[in-house]
């Protein structure tokens, strides 16, 4: 098979995020009840949603075609902070 690809380099994209209080104090509720922390599963689609669209727009300024192995990533930055990273390999088609 050819190889009909320039790789470009890694592109990435983050955002730090932090809990919002009335997130935890439905979070602590749930706890005792049970179920989906719907606040959170909120926060870290917006935040996947942002570090995704940062790492395209990378992707972009390179003129990159794709991006392929794509991945997320996120680490504690702070006690009430998430950081979450998306990156992959950019590449164009030759």
Do not use: C, W
Not at 33 to 59: F, I, W
């Amino acid at each position: 098979m050819k190889n009909n690809k320039k790789i470009l380099g890694i592109v990435m994209g983050n955002t730090v995020q932090s809990r919002h209080i009335g997130s935890d104090i439905g979070a602590a509720l749930k706890n005792v009840a049970g179920g989906e922390l719907k606040g959170y599963s909120k926060m870290l689609k917006t935040s996947r949603d942002e570090a995704m669209q940062r790492m395209v727009e990378e992707a972009e300024k390179l003129d990159a075609d794709a991006i392929v192995n794509m991945r997320f990533t996120t680490s504690q930055t702070m006690a009430d902070a998430a950081d979450i990273l998306a990156y992959g390999t950019a590449v164009k088609f030759i």
